[in-house]
RNA sequence: GCCGGAGUGGCGGAAUUGGUAGACGCAAGGGACUUAAAAUCCCUCGGGUCUCUGACCUGUACGAGUUCGAGUCUCGUCUCCGGCACCA
């Protein structure tokens, strides 16, 4: 080899090497003790598995960076490791790709991920392909169908009415997260609320336990935890049944605030209530309303010309159908209190509703109960005391929702509750590139599920794709028409594919089965082995933005899966790390808008000769010209750079900004390791330490020893790795600066190579082989670096022997001595005050107090 | 509005249970080597003042407080970022 660092080389010498060794094969699951232990201790190391949308991109760079650095280190720690990857391979873009160019979504996918397949393994990612698993194969999707039957059959499946989010240029539904500001995500049209039958997931039966698991996730970063919280949204509060004057029906609402009961002056119900259509007698004015269900902006109301009775005071309150009223939470119905909510009082007026206070704050309950209800600017929503509210008057907010709920019960007017803002999971899709919902509808026989034999219910490749909207599905009469399972009728497939984060919410289980095994029973009285042995997930690595959507699927569906004896854990990700974007500074033009860096010259736009302005530092992306391409950066530095620099420039958690330089400085300390290696190579390290060793040598030493400790301790920390390649960089200095004369010297720095090397090895892989190899350390059986140990260190040889101590007086540092460690405090106290500095401002004063931290500091407290 | 998170040099970022603010890197400036450049190496590098080989003052968004001592703890204020947002 050379002693000049060409990482392109070396990076495919090593990867061949790993490939062929098959070094990064998952070790098989050990047979399972009584205690259902295995022997050796596992860990599963997951990334978020990317969408093959063609190309690698520098979010994916730093996300599988970081899991490479966890796992290989892991692994040199002595675990068992599992650590694979794959694909999320059903999605709209291929579909997309289809339309636009013709090509099949299914050759567009394979693709794509057999191009970002070799860009993963030229990263030198320790991944088990033995593992991939892709969510677009039969085998895969087959699994997303049987859940739905598991279910189907519990009634965790089900089809219903209800609004969904429309749009008329894709001519389909959208999820909500693909609904931007009100618009859709890919042609921009204003989304609408369309009425549509559609299959839900039952999420909300798993509601309570969802929210309570979250005090378990304690290995979340806490604000993951509390969007989840906060998304699933639950509240306590009362029933409430209205009795309707002139019927037997009683309208029924939810409050959180039963200690306004008194105030209330009108009752709203949602456009979709199923008293709607029976109180509105003119069905074109219900019609409006409707329209504008969702729109929230401007409320809209319409008299329904009946009134009910409030049962706490007989009073006689009038029915509205306003469009601000949600059918999918609480009752569909509220009671509108406008003198003590801000949307109900604007409500009242605009229709010239009465507004009757009932609570007032505490500290001046007795002026204002007879304070008009007409000079209110603002609804009062704090909480208070109780006026004009029967017996419940002068009662505090909190007792009275306590009594009034008591007494609400005890009536039978209603009674107590709780509430969630998670509604249940709509998973149908009008798309084609996604998994067929295994329904077959029947004239005679109504909705059957496809029978478990069946399985998989194969997606046709043989359709046309027109770009018109609507699912290819529709017109493929193969798929379409079927038997009946049930009576052998002429029947009809469902066309609807389950919304992909189905196929995102299990992959985790796939990985631990393998390649081609994935197979679940639910008959099993435990978990497989496999899945016993391997789950859960102990790091889970992605970004942000999966903060609720995938990571709640996936909970919810692990909570499934335990019920149907799968797995034998409630909650799939012990310990979560989100990743922070990557960013880089982005230009702009007066009249080219964004410019890519090179269209930048002098700070001048090249085409117009314009002023170019530097604009703020954004999330790398196409549109804005400020992406830095994967491949080109190997090319130029190797894959080594590229993740030592990710790694280096910011804690994983927060946002990385990209700075060219900084991946310069990055090349600069692996070549200044790459020369010391070469300048001491073929010497003799491996030689015994002495004890006896000079200065600089026991120097080294010591540095090498706290280097190990500092590295393991921020690893294993927080995943500080960012302050782990500084304590490496510190070292290097000191290493680079060395100038080893003795045997004893060349053995101390031999030492400090090969355990700055070990360490380097999760980070810097192929560099850090190539150079034990170099050193003469590949030999034997354990020929690879990630055949070792982590480095131990030696908390003797670590410590100093004489410290720096801080002499301060009143609190301000005034000098900095050098003593022997380990320094009594009475001893350290004399030698701060023998200080010239510190004699001279004590001159004349009084010494109040001296306080001294041992091994540090000194402060003296003077008059 | 509600819930999170964050404010430290020119920049990215470090600072155990409160104990030397600015590790490490980048940029910048100066020097060495060189015919020259690149690379490399050495030095300086928060701001300010002075009697300038040294010393002092000041400094972690702002204002108070606790403490011998606060970037770190407490209270209040401001700004920025992210999420949710008529959830009754």
Redesign the pocket.
């Known amino acids: 080899m050379q002693d000049k660092y060409n990482p392109e080389e070396i990076e495919m010498k090593w990867q061949k090497y790993w490939a062929e060794r098959r070094l990064h094969k998952t070790p098989p699951t050990p047979p399972l003790n009584k205690g259902g232990q295995g022997g050796v201790e596992k860990f599963y190391c997951l990334e978020m598995f990317p969408y093959p949308s063609g190309k690698i991109h520098m979010g994916h760079v730093r996300n599988y960076a970081i899991g490479d650095v966890i796992a290989r280190y892991k692994r040199m720690c002595g675990f068992n490791v599992l650590h694979p990857m794959g694909w999320d391979a059903f999605g709209l873009p291929a579909e997309n790709a289809a339309i636009k160019h013709g090509v099949h979504p299914a050759k567009w996918t394979y693709e794509n991920i057999e191009y970002m397949k070799k860009q993963l393994d030229r990263m030198g990612l320790s991944y088990d392909w033995d593992r991939e698993v892709t969510t677009c194969s039969p085998e895969y999707y087959k699994w997303n169908q049987w859940f739905f039957l598991k279910l189907y059959e519990k009634g965790l499946a089900y089809k219903k009415a209800s609004f969904v989010n429309w749009c008329p240029s894709c001519v389909t539904v959208l999820a909500?997260?693909q609904v931007i500001d009100g618009k859709c995500w890919r042609c921009d049209s204003t989304v609408v609320q369309k009425e549509l039958e559609q299959w839900f997931f039952k999420i909300t039966h798993y509601a309570e336990e969802l929210l309570q698991g979250c005090d378990e996730l304690t290995g979340w970063?806490?604000?993951?935890v509390?969007?989840q919280?906060?998304?699933i949204?639950k509240?306590e509060?009362v029933e409430v049944d209205f009795p309707i004057n002139g019927t037997d029906e009683k309208l029924r609402?939810?409050?959180?605030?039963p200690d306004t009961l008194f105030g209330v002056t009108y009752m709203?119900i949602?456009p979709g209530h199923h008293l709607a259509e029976k109180l509105v007698g003119d069905k074109s004015k219900l019609e409006v309303v409707k329209a504008k269900y969702g729109?929230?902006?401007?409320?809209e109301g319409l008299f329904t010309g009946h009134y009910a009775t409030n049962p706490l005071t007989d009073e006689k309150i009038p029915i509205y159908v306003?469009?601000?009223?949600?059918?999918?939470?609480?009752?569909?119905a509220?009671?509108?209190?406008p003198a003590h909510?801000?949307?109900?009082f604007?409500f009242a007026e605009k229709y010239g509703l009465p507004i009757k206070v009932v609570i007032v704050s505490e500290d001046r309950s007795a002026v204002s109960s007879q304070q008009p209800a007409e000079q209110l600017k603002e609804a009062y929503e704090e909480e208070g005391v109780l006026i004009n509210s029967g017996q419940f008057s002068g009662l505090k907010s909190a007792d009275a929702k306590r009594e009034i709920g008591k007494y609400i019960e005890e009536k039978g007017f209603g009674k107590r509750t709780l509430?969630?803002?998670l509604?249940d999971w709509g998973i149908s899709r009008q798309r084609y590139w996604g998994t067929p919902i295994p329904i077959i509808y029947c004239d005679k026989c109504g909705v059957v599920p496809v029978p478990e034999k069946d399985l998989p219910v194969i997606l046709p490749e043989d359709v046309k794709f027109t770009g018109k909207g609507g699912s290819p599905l529709l017109e493929s009469e193969p798929f379409l028409r079927v038997k009946c399972p049930k009576c052998g009728g002429a029947a009809r497939r469902e066309t609807d594919t389950m919304d992909t984060f189905v196929d995102s919410s299990w992959y985790f289980v796939a990985y631990c089965l393998g390649k081609n095994k994935i197979a679940f029973n639910s008959h099993l009285k435990t978990p497989s082995s496999e899945l016993n042995y391997w789950m859960p997930v102990d790091q889970y690595i992605g970004g942000?933005?999966h903060?609720?959507l995938h990571l709640l699927y996936s909970r919810f569906f692990t909570k499934g899966m335990r019920d149907l004896g799968i797995v034998n854990v409630g909650e799939p990700f012990k310990n979560l790390l989100t990743q922070?974007m990557v960013c880089k500074e982005t230009w702009r033009c007066p009249e080219h808008d964004w410019l890519f860096p090179e269209e930048v010259k002098d700070g001048r736009c090249m085409r117009c000769g314009k002023e170019a302005e530097k604009g703020r530092?954004e999330k790398m992306s196409k549109s804005k010209k400020n992406v830095i391409d994967p491949d080109a950066l190997i090319k130029k530095y190797g894959a080594d750079t590229m993740r030592l620099f990710s790694l280096?420039?910011?804690?994983p958690e927060?946002?990385?900004?990209w700075?060219d330089?900084?991946v310069?400085?990055?090349y600069?300390?692996l070549?200044?390791v790459w020369?010391i290696v070469y300048k001491y190579k073929g010497q003799e390290t491996s030689i015994p330490i002495a004890y006896n060793l000079s200065p600089i040598a026991s120097s080294l030493l010591r540095k090498t020893h706290q280097t190990i400790r500092k590295v393991t301790d921020?690893i294993e920390k927080d995943y500080?790795f960012?302050?782990a390649?500084?304590?490496?960089?510190?070292l290097?200095?000191e290493m680079?600066?060395f100038n080893a004369e003795t045997e004893e010297d060349r053995a101390a720095l031999g030492f400090a190579v090969k355990s700055t090397l070990l360490m380097l090895a999760p980070f810097v892989p192929h560099f850090s082989e190539e150079l034990w190899e170099v050193m003469g350390e590949a030999t034997g059986e354990k020929s690879s670096i990630f055949e070792h140990q982590w480095p131990a260190w030696d908390e003797e040889l670590a410590k100093e022997e004489e410290?720096?101590l801080?002499v301060?007086v009143?609190?301000?540092?005034?000098?900095?001595i050098l003593v022997p460690a380990g320094l009594s405090d009475d001893d350290a106290k004399q030698r701060a005050l023998q200080e010239q500095?510190v004699k001279e401002?004590l001159d004349g004063k009084q010494i109040?107090?001296v306080?001294v931290?041992k091994g540090?500091?000194v402060?003296i407290?003077i008059g």
């Not at 970063?221 to 993951?224: A, L």
């Not at 306003?322 to 569909?332: D, P, R």
């Not at 909510?341 to 109900?344: C, F, L, T």
Request: aromatic share 8%; glycine share 8%; with cysteine.
């Open positions: 909500n997260e970063p806490e604000r993951v509390a969007m919280k906060n998304w949204g509240s509060g609402i939810y409050t959180t605030r709203c949602a729109k929230m902006e401007d409320k306003a469009n601000f009223v949600l059918m999918e939470y609480g009752t569909g509220i009671m509108s209190v909510d801000q949307r109900d604007e509430n969630y803002k509604r942000i933005e903060a609720v922070g530092v280096f420039a910011a804690p927060r946002d990385l900004e700075s330089k900084g310069e400085g990055a600069r300390f070549s200044k020369g921020d500080h960012n302050t390649i500084a304590a490496f960089m510190e290097v200095n680079s600066s410290i720096e801080v301060q009143n609190g301000k540092l005034r000098a900095k500095r401002m109040k107090k306080v931290v540090k500091l402060n407290v």
